[in-house]
């Protein structure tokens, strides 16, 4: 029997549907097929490493992808992308996806891919203030990027050489520390284009400047029982520590057995918020505490996430009024939180630290102290006991300790050390550039114009890794992919009538998996299907996804939906000459050598000199390209 | 024209406006609900023309469908 490689979505709010759609054709593929199922948390390296051993003829992905990628469940990487498109040679890739992806801008909307930054959306300018975004740009780039990590929080932020930043170059005299120095010397910032930055100088995070915060207010507004606004914050923070949505059967904290004053505080808080009895399991080594409410298990799951790794805040939260956000970071501390001694240099001091495993917590995080003009210390790892997942901890010392500390009403020895790496000045955290380097990168990189200000703080600029999902179906078919499946704009669907949309995306696997082999007569009973749908559908939301999601439907193979456009004038004269299926398998090499031998044969005569090296040449590159070919 | 089209955003958004509650749609990583839709079809130029575009491929469709050409 042969094998097949299904590959799962990473389960975010968007592809909870599809986990159940490419449920039903797990079931389907495994009566014809030695099945693979890699779910939740798979890697690149896994699905490589499962491709080489299993040599599977089939592979269907079910999860986000990008015009030039799948992405996957780890966090960073993409499962398939065309630096590794070469796996799916001789294979029928199935997939469900479509997206882009990136890096993290801070939005009045939350923390945004700076690829789904539009026109029209408020970005934080470097006055702490969300300036409106008047032009978004996107372009390729073939050259060196800068990367810049600051020491103290480790995001990196990557960048084209050319653009600025705002920062402050560090000046080498006296012998004050650097921090008393910027204060008492008044350092000055300015923009600094990236190439000419080095390790030691600053750059800055705008402190937020929220006057009257629309999103706050109107939680704040709709809240109806404004007395117990404290209590429900508190909860909140215990649920982006602890807490999970599990859909009808509502919401679960999970404790270890040894939390008891947490466990009671949570129990206090839902009898308090809601007038219901929460039920207690223990199993042993850790305690579970579950409220049965399907509303606020939706409620919570759209605010707060599922799932440690995709927890996230509203935006009405990192917003609200600083009074309500203590008992929040009371909760999320109490979950996730700890205080330890650290012994260092025959010293001891305290540290608070926080750990999470959602990059977009994390930065929101980032965000929320800053409004506390604490600033902490992020240190990015990856953890093999968390499934190769990122774990972002923060650490509290000095200064920011104190001012958390006594937001938190705990009780810590004073520190010897007051001053931190990264300090306040002029409204904005100064942190010391830490590691500064220069990468080589081909593919698109993102600008965007903002009103005013004309700054926005960002993570990253967006690098992506080039081309089109159109980009990774037409990569895989010139690397010899015998079907590549898949949509060439974003997979829309209503939720009203997802079953009709997964029958539909399931549709032409089904028809294979039934004994049906010719691709072009699946797609055509496919479209019909999808036509049937189209008509059946009482719902005109339906109906017009339904049609979207028809005409993105890519079934790229021989004689159907083969590529025929190229920018590159080489390929597409091969395309001309020797048509769309040998026209894409012509690699560069093979048409230089070809091009070289005949300049060759035709000078040998009257100009040996010249001829025969490039004979030779020709005859090195091809036998170059015929053994990696082997390979 | 301009009229038609103005007409034509007017029915999209009394039809979204009659959506229940749970009304939800999801485009790549986005996740919609009724108030989200509504708010940026009353706000965002580039939306409100991307909702046209496919009322109008729809009824396309349909119209060249129902003729039997496709």
């Given at each position: 029997m042969s094998q097949a490689l299904l590959i799962r979505p990473r389960f975010d709010e968007a592809t909870s549907y599809s986990w159940a759609w490419a449920g039903e054709l797990a079931e389907e593929i495994k009566g014809r097929f030695n099945l693979t199922d890699l779910s939740d948390g798979v890697s690149r390296k896994q699905v490589e490493e499962a491709i080489k051993s299993k040599d599977p003829y089939l592979i269907v992905f079910y999860d986000h992808g990008i015009e030039g990628a799948w992405i996957g469940?780890?966090?960073?990487?993409?499962?398939?992308d065309l630096t590794n498109?070469?796996?799916?040679?001789n294979r029928i890739a199935y997939s469900m996806a479509c997206i882009p992806e990136g890096y993290h801008i801070y939005t009045n909307d939350g923390i945004k891919d700076i690829s789904e930054v539009k026109e029209g959306d408020y970005v934080l300018s470097h006055n702490g203030t969300f300036d409106k975004v008047i032009k978004t740009f996107k372009r390729q780039h073939n050259g060196e990027i800068i990367v810049i990590t600051p020491k103290v929080i480790k995001f990196p932020i990557k960048l084209t050489p050319e653009h600025p930043v705002l920062a402050c170059r560090f000046k080498?005299?006296?012998?004050?520390?650097h921090y008393q120095r910027v204060k008492s010397e008044n350092w000055q910032l300015e923009w600094i284009e990236a190439k000419n930055l080095k390790k030691g100088d600053y750059v800055v995070f705008p402190l937020p400047n929220f006057e009257d915060d629309k999103f706050a207010k109107s939680f704040l507004e709709a809240f109806t029982e404004p007395d117990k606004i404290f209590e429900f914050m508190e909860l909140a923070g215990f649920y982006v520590a602890e807490g999970d949505s599990i859909g009808k059967e509502g919401i679960r904290f999970s404790f270890g057995s040894h939390e008891v004053g947490r466990i009671k505080r949570v129990k206090e808080l839902i009898r308090v918020l809601f007038n219901k009895e929460p039920s207690v399991v223990n199993q042993g080594s850790s305690i579970t505490v579950r409220l049965g409410d399907y509303v606020l298990s939706r409620l919570f799951r759209t605010w707060f996430g599922c799932k440690a790794k995709l927890k996230k805040m509203p935006m009405w939260i990192i917003t609200m009024p600083k009074i309500y956000l203590i008992p929040f970071l009371k909760g999320l501390f109490a979950g996730d939180g700890s205080i330890y001694v650290h012994h260092f240099q025959s010293k001891s001091y305290h540290v608070i630290t926080y750990a999470t495993s959602s990059e977009v917590l994390a930065h929101q995080l980032l965000f929320l102290f800053s409004r506390f003009g604490i600033v902490p210390t992020v240190n990015i790892e990856k953890q093999r006991k968390w499934g190769n997942r990122s774990k972002y901890t923060f650490a509290f010392r000095g200064s920011n300790m104190i001012k958390l500390a006594k937001l938190l009403e705990v009780k810590i020895s004073e520190p010897k050390?007051?001053?931190?790496?990264a300090f306040i000045f002029n409204n904005f955290i100064w942190m010391e550039i830490g590691d500064i380097k220069t990468e080589q990168f081909n593919g698109f990189v993102y600008n965007i114009e903002v009103e005013g200000s004309n700054s926005y703080v960002c993570e990253g600029i967006t690098v992506h890794n080039?081309?089109?999902a159109k980009g990774l179906g037409v990569e895989a078919y010139r690397k010899g992919c015998k079907v590549f499946v898949g949509y060439a704009d974003n997979f829309t669907f209503n939720v009203q009538d997802e079953k009709m949309f997964g029958d539909c995306a399931n549709y032409g696997l089904r028809l294979w998996l039934k004994g049906e082999s010719d691709w072009a007569k699946i797609k055509q009973s496919w479209i019909e299907f999808w036509n049937k749908m189209i008509d059946s559908a009482s719902d005109p939301w339906t109906k017009m996804f339904l049609r979207s999601d028809r005409d993105a439907l890519r079934v790229i193979t021989k004689g159907v939906d083969e590529p025929t456009e190229t920018k590159c004038f080489f390929r597409s004269l091969a395309l001309k000459l020797f048509g769309t299926s040998l026209g894409w398998k012509i690699t560069r090499k093979a048409g230089l050598s070809t091009i070289l031998l005949i300049l060759g044969l035709a000078s040998v005569l009257t100009l040996p000199y010249i001829g025969i090296p490039l004979i030779l040449i020709s005859y090195l590159l091809i036998t170059y390209e015929y053994l990696n070919q082997l390979k | 024209m301009m009229s038609d089209l103005k007409e034509l955003e007017k029915i999209i958004l009394s039809y979204l406006e009659s959506r229940p509650p749970g009304f939800k749609w999801v485009k790549g990583f986005e996740v919609y609900d009724k108030q989200k839709t509504i708010e940026l079809f009353k706000k965002s130029e580039e939306f409100r023309k991307y909702i046209i575009e496919q009322v109008l491929k729809l009824a396309t469709d349909l119209f060249i469908r129902g003729k039997g050409e496709k």
């Open positions: 469940n780890a966090e960073g990487e993409h499962i398939i498109v070469q796996l799916l040679t080498m005299k006296g012998k004050k520390p050390e007051l001053h931190n790496k080039c081309l089109s | -």
